[in-house]
């Protein structure tokens, strides 16, 4: 019994009660800012901070970037940006504090860790791709666009899940 | 009144402390509900752990219905909200990529974040990936372009699209939610337990 | 004992109990009585821009401004047409009081891309036509401070200073000389022919380049 414990040590919040918690800040995020919450855009304003330092001329000619770019003001200087600071300072504390603070690859225990870290990166390739494409991930675009009933939040968020689902099967070794 | 912000009622300068906070309150409540932990998030296809689909459906339809409350005792203009504009085909596309991206990497942008935080190395792998991702996108964007900005319906919401009371769609979309709770539950039980 | 077992019962049922509870909130949401919506500003909002100096643009503001020629700027005379054909500021539209609303004359005043400046004898009419407007939502909607009186006492006839006014006031003075003397040419072509100038008008504000918004910082995109 207790072994089974040791093994299953993810004491996590009810999640109704995190999906309330989280509906209230989303609420509250509305309120505030006018604009819902998000987590890729921050990695974007850091892809173009990257590649303005290392090639601006680059940067300046690309019309991607150069969207992001504003004369005398770091893509950084970003609100996405600053709450992504903030999600990486309370998913830490969230795991202080629940003693969940470990280095290490989590994986099922049919798949080596170098397999899960190659889908991994393979993963988050395609997440990242695919993010800018419909302009917005799960937070930004689906969550955020679904609770001011914005259609294209409602597409997106079918198209991920329904795509999760139809590929499920095939990933299976993965997971289960 | 609200959005406070935009309207001037809180100045400009608090903007990003305001931003930390909020992020802040975001990672804790998504690691504190095991979004952290991709074998918990990777559940919801395999009908062993649905807090998925649970925590999603409950913060929309918490966030949809306190909205329109709000807008409604006038202390938030819905129309002033950002509303993500719906470019149709990329939204599909995206979306699809997304898709398998979630499966083979397990994570999404803002759970990754949190994995990095305590410490998954999978997480910042996932994160590497994104960063990559993000990276070829740009880089081939003059390719995509014409795709990226194609289609576009502006920025509409369902109100627009079906034509019918936003009470309406609420009323409607929380049934579903509540549906699939309890939908959930029961194909949970059914489904050999998968321990992580 | 029995009330532990009450709320025993009670937390089996919990997640019924909250699905109801959301069901309920939601059909409040259809069910609530709709009542239609303020369009345009918010009364608040409405009192503190009428108290606000801000929606006044003085007399020698406007004369610089016009002296420039600045392409930004679209003056609306609010007096009736006979008192227009009579006199008028150069490049002005006549858009008398009663008539604000027309369809035809609606697009000038319900725009963001010109400064709109309203005018009248004094600030009256045009102080109307601004509290019309600006109840709509209308933007950037400025009044002539005194109106046609007042611009005929500070630009076109300004006084001499006295000789113990500060360096200021002298060249104060010498601006209005100046700018009384460029409209004294001005308000004779104006007269010569008012109504063809306002319909030539009528076409050129589609050529002029927009200015940027002055709107509020809009929220913008997630992710």
Redesign the interface.
């Not at chain 1, 969940?100 to 099922?108: A, C, E, G, I, P």
């Not at chain 1, 799960?138 to 689902?165: C, D, E, K, N, W």
């Given at each position: 019994m207790k072994d089974?414990k040791q093994?299953?040590r993810?004491v996590?919040?009810n999640?109704?009660f995190?999906?309330?918690?989280?509906?209230?800040?989303?609420?509250?995020?509305?309120?505030?800012?006018?604009?819902?919450?998000?987590?890729?855009?921050a990695?974007?304003s850091?892809?173009?901070t990257m590649?303005n330092t290392v090639a601006p001329t680059h940067a300046q000619n690309?019309?991607?970037?150069s969207k992001f770019i504003k004369e005398g003001e770091s893509p950084m200087n970003n609100?996405?940006v600053?709450?992504?600071?903030?999600?990486?300072?309370?998913?830490?504390?969230?795991?202080a504090f629940?003693g969940?603070?470990?280095?290490?690859?989590?994986?099922?225990p049919k798949i080596t860790?170098k397999r899960?870290?190659i889908?991994?990166?393979?993963?988050?390739?395609?997440?990242?791709?695919?993010?800018?494409?419909?302009?917005?991930?799960?937070?930004?675009?689906?969550?955020?666009?679904?609770?001011?009933?914005?259609?294209?939040?409602?597409?997106?968020?079918?198209?991920?899940?329904?795509?999760?689902?139809?590929?499920?099967y095939?990933?299976?070794k993965?997971?289960? | 009144m609200g959005p406070l912000i935009p309207n001037g009622i809180i100045p400009e300068d608090w903007n990003y402390i305001i931003a930390i906070l909020i992020g802040l309150a975001f990672g804790y409540i998504l690691e504190a509900s095991g979004f952290s932990s991709s074998r918990k998030l990777a559940g919801v296809f395999y009908g062993y752990d649905f807090a998925v689909l649970k925590v999603f459906f409950t913060s929309a339809v918490v966030a949809v219905i306190g909205l329109y409350y709000m807008d409604y005792l006038n202390w938030v203009d819905i129309s002033q909200l950002y509303v993500h504009p719906t470019y149709l085909w990329a939204a599909i596309i995206g979306g699809m990529i997304m898709g398998v991206g979630f499966l083979a990497g397990g994570f999404c942008p803002g759970t990754s974040l949190c994995a990095v935080a305590i410490g998954k190395i999978d997480g910042m792998v996932f994160t590497l990936g994104l960063i990559i991702g993000i990276f070829i996108f740009s880089e081939s964007f003059s390719a995509l372009e014409p795709f990226f900005e194609g289609s576009n319906l502006g920025n509409i919401t369902l109100v627009d699209t079906l034509g019918i009371s936003p009470y309406w769609i609420i009323f409607v979309f929380t049934i579903i939610a509540l549906v699939a709770f309890a939908f959930s539950d029961w194909v949970r039980s059914k489904v050999k337990k998968v321990f992580y | 004992m029995s009330k532990k077992y009450k709320l025993k019962r009670l937390l089996v049922r919990r997640y019924q109990i909250l699905a109801a509870i959301l069901f309920i909130l939601a059909a409040g949401l259809v069910l609530l009585p709709k009542y239609k919506k303020n369009e345009g500003v918010k009364p608040e909002l409405f009192v503190k821009n009428a108290i606000s100096s801000e929606r006044y643009i003085n007399t020698d503001l406007l004369a610089d401004r016009l002296v420039n020629q600045d392409p930004s700027i679209l003056l609306i005379d609010t007096r009736p047409e006979k008192e227009f054909n009579e006199f008028a500021l150069p490049n002005a539209i006549n858009i008398p009081l009663k008539n604000l609303l027309d369809e035809n004359y609606i697009e000038y005043i319900d725009q963001d891309i010109y400064d709109i400046i309203l005018y009248s004898n004094d600030s009256f009419y045009a102080d109307q036509a601004w509290m019309i407007g600006n109840r709509l939502g209308y933007k950037n909607l400025y009044v002539l401070k005194g109106g046609l009186n007042e611009w005929f006492n500070t630009i076109i006839s300004p006084k001499y200073p006295d000789e113990t006014m500060p360096k200021e006031a002298f060249e104060l003075y010498s601006f209005r000389k100046a700018a009384g003397m460029y409209f004294g040419i001005g308000v004779i072509d104006t007269k010569a022919n008012p109504i063809e100038k306002a319909v030539a008008k009528k076409k050129t504000p589609k050529k002029v380049k927009p200015k940027p918004k002055k709107k509020k910082r809009v929220p913008e995109g997630g992710c």
């Open positions: 089974k093994q299953n993810h996590y919040w999640p109704y995190g999906g309330f918690l989280l509906g209230l800040l989303i609420l509250f995020t509305f309120y505030m800012t006018g604009r819902g919450l998000g987590a890729s855009g990695l974007k850091s892809v173009v590649v690309n019309t991607y970037y609100w996405l600053f709450e992504a600071i903030g999600v990486l300072l309370g998913a830490f504390l969230s795991g629940t969940r603070l470990k280095l290490k690859v989590q994986h099922s860790s899960r870290l889908f991994a990166l393979a993963g988050g390739l395609l997440f990242g791709l695919g993010a800018q494409i419909a302009r917005g991930c799960t937070s930004g675009a689906a969550l955020s666009g679904m609770a001011v009933l914005s259609t294209g939040g409602f597409i997106t968020m079918m198209a991920i899940f329904g795509t999760g689902y139809a590929v499920a095939f990933f299976r993965n997971w289960i | - | -």
